[in-house]
């Protein structure tokens, strides 16, 4: 080998270990960029509600391929968001009441959960439609607003077969009929103001009693003592009067704290329109009688 083949053969070997020296740190520099960009892309995506995908760039830009600033910024928001991040618990029932779990879930339009097998499923925050579908049962479309942090929250739907009569329904604008959206949320709190109205009408109802019944006793010592047995026809009558009204307010507040009571057991079954209750108060020789009324 002659010097000149000696000179190339040196500077072939030294572009070649340029080459193996440089090819590395190429790919640590895309590696760090690529941290970088999951981190900016984790922490938008957080911050628009999108918890889920926030979680997967904070795992990526996480990875021990990162720089170890990038990481330790990542662990500490994947820790955050994956608190954040609500779960469901979500269930079904069938016409007779017994749980089902060949059903099928969309949350939005995009598929959430091919079966149902009692396991927590993981969405973002926010307003969603579940969408519940089985065969042989018409769909049933739940509305719920699911919050930051709520954890295991249960959702169940009731599914029933669609009625013969409804069988190629459609609505006047020729449209088929769409199946019908319940509310994933408890029964009505309209359902808790027939209670409460009940409740306070049997406390007023209590305490116009003691106040009435203490008043006349005083009233009848007082005349006992001063006048008995020949006291004054108007002040007799007085007294008489405040026990009549002590009687029925005592009447009033029994009547409407059973009805409160009765309201409180039915409230899971009352539907949302508006109760209506009255409560109706009859006179009586030496006395009078309440009834209530309610409409549900």
């Not at 295991?152 to 959206?181: C, D, K, M, Q």
């Not at 106040?211 to 009558?237: F, Q, Y």
Request: with cysteine; aromatic share 2%; hydrophobic share 50%.
């Amino acid at each position: 080998m002659n010097q000149r083949t000696a000179r190339r053969s040196l500077v072939v070997a030294a572009a070649i270990a340029a080459l193996a020296y440089l090819q590395p740190a190429r790919a640590r520099a895309g590696d760090a960029e690529a941290c970088f960009t999951a981190s900016e892309e984790g922490q938008r995506l957080r911050d628009d509600g999108h918890l889920r995908d926030a979680r997967a760039r904070f795992i990526a830009c996480g990875a021990v391929a990162c720089p170890a600033l990038v990481r330790s910024d990542c662990a500490g928001w994947l820790s955050d968001v994956t608190a954040r991040v609500p779960t469901l618990i979500l269930s079904a029932q069938d016409e007779q009441g017994q749980d089902v779990a060949d059903v099928q879930v969309t949350l939005d339009g995009a598929p959430l959960a091919a079966r149902l097998d009692g396991k927590a499923v993981e969405v973002d925050p926010g307003e969603h439609v579940l969408r519940f579908e089985r065969a042989g049962s018409a769909p049933v479309a739940l509305r719920l607003v699911v919050r930051e942090g709520e954890k295991l929250r249960r959702v169940s739907a009731r599914l029933a077969r669609p009625a013969t009569a409804r069988a190629g329904a459609t609505t006047p604008g020729g449209g088929p009929i769409a199946p019908r959206e319940d509310q994933a949320a408890s029964p009505p709190a309209s359902s808790l103001l027939l209670p409460i109205a009940l409740g306070g009408v049997a406390a007023a109802g209590g305490v116009a009693y003691a106040a009435l019944g203490l008043s006349a006793r005083a009233d009848a010592d007082r005349l006992r003592t001063t006048c008995a047995p020949r006291c004054a026809e108007a002040d007799v009558d007085a007294v008489r009067t405040k026990v009549i009204a002590a009687n029925v307010a005592f009447g009033v507040g029994v009547a409407a704290l059973g009805g409160a009571v009765a309201a409180l057991l039915l409230r899971d079954s009352m539907p949302a329109a508006p109760a209506a209750a009255a409560v109706h108060v009859v006179p009586l020789p030496g006395g009078a009688a309440a009834a209530l009324g309610a409409r549900f």
